[in-house]
């Protein structure tokens, strides 16, 4: 049975780990933050793994899969889970490197937020730039996600209209309402709904909306457009075509 090491312990870390568990394998965890069983300080532990999920914050991510060359050979299976794919594909790797990024995830972080389950159901992003792996594909597919193939420059492209620019406008929404103390007093479910993006973990919105910039700007673009047609064109024909499109996602 393959072996699966585990690099950070947050909330995606986290799942991946108790998934994994939950279905009987072998796994070691690397986690400065947390103790426990199979839970260890130091990337040797993991040199008899098979498959590997790095899923430390993405500012963190390169000097991992750096560090990482120092003890994983040819055989092993790496992949990350960084919400932009573009960086992490520069360079091929000692080990079959593999990036990916599960589409799943809620405003908190941290282990004590992680949970079994997560993924099921969820869209897993891979983009293979130096060859893909049945394998991985198979045990994403093991924990509840269905795979996605694509390139990492199409990944952060659509990244960046479904995932960093609503954050961003969620966080708008809400400074923006700010200057309006009875907008505060009485914004109830939809408010509610509308800013919970803005509750992202922090360290990780830094990064997206410094590392994907122009394409979140291209979003921004693209939505002030839709915007112009819902205005200015017929809407009750738009509002209709919006109703059976997010029908069929959801």
Not at 159 to 172: D, N, T, V, Y
């Amino acid at each position: 049975m393959v072996k699966f090491g585990v690099i950070g312990l947050g909330l995606i870390g986290g799942s991946i780990f108790k998934d994994l568990k939950a279905l009987g394998y072998d796994v070691a965890a690397v986690s400065k933050s947390q103790s426990g069983e199979n839970i260890f300080k130091e990337y040797g532990m993991l040199k008899e793994c098979g498959i590997v999920f790095v899923c430390t914050a993405m500012n963190k991510t390169l000097e991992v899969l750096d560090e990482l060359e120092k003890y994983l050979g040819p055989e092993t299976i790496v992949t990350d889970v960084c919400s932009l794919k573009g960086f992490v594909c520069k360079k091929p790797r000692p080990y079959r490197f593999v990036p990916s990024h599960p589409m799943a995830g809620t405003e908190h972080k941290g282990f004590e937020n992680s949970f079994e389950g997560l993924f099921k159901g969820a869209k897993w992003v891979i983009t293979p730039c130096f060859g893909n792996s049945s394998e991985l594909v198979e045990i994403i597919k093991e924990l509840g996600a269905i795979p996605v193939i694509t390139t990492p420059e199409k990944h952060d492209e659509a990244a960046a209209m479904i995932s960093h620019m609503p954050m961003l406008l969620a966080q708008a929404l809400f400074l923006a309402a700010s200057e309006n103390p009875l907008a505060i007093e009485i914004a109830s479910s939809g408010f509610r709904d509308m800013t919970r993006l803005a509750l992202s973990n922090e360290e990780m919105a830094c990064d997206m909306v410094s590392m994907n910039s122009e394409n979140i700007e291209n979003s921004i673009l693209k939505l002030y457009k839709a915007m112009g047609e819902l205005t200015s064109g017929n809407y009750p024909e738009i509002i209709a075509g919006i109703k059976t499109g997010r029908a069929k996602m959801f």
